[in-house]
Nanobody
């Protein structure tokens, strides 16, 4: 069982940066694949970054590649999402998610554990 708590959201101007954090409880955190998703008003939840064990492999869709970076600190049971050059279209509630898996997971339905979300608002 894993519990996830996100933090770091807020209001930022376009072009600015934010770092989201997700604190995880539970043992064997390093064996979980992790992801960051977002859901904008009226839209479906979408994956923005994923990472596997020990941070050896990551994924980001083209919409955020080069701007968003996912990382993890297994010693601290933390996962981060560094977001740079933010755009108004990045406005959404951001969620971290976890699943016991040795490989990347890209689908929302593949994740078993979810945080409550943190809101990011990017003003133009």
């Amino acid at each position: 069982q894993v519990q996830l708590v996100e933090s770091g959201g807020g209001l930022v101007q376009a072009g600015g940066s934010l770092r989201l954090s997700c604190a995880a409880s539970g043992r064997a955190f390093s064996t979980y694949a992790l992801g960051w998703f977002r859901q904008a008003p009226g839209k479906e939840r979408e994956l923005v970054a994923a990472i596997i064990w020990y941070g050896d492999n990551t994924y980001a869709p083209e919409s955020v590649k080069g701007r968003f970076t996912i990382s993890r600190d297994d010693a601290k049971n933390m996962v981060y999402l560094q977001m740079n050059n933010l755009k108004p279209e990045d406005t959404a509630v951001y969620y971290c998610a976890a699943v016991l898996s040795p490989s990347l997971r890209l689908g929302e339905g593949e994740y078993d554990y979810w945080g409550q979300g943190t809101r990011v608002t990017v003003s133009s």
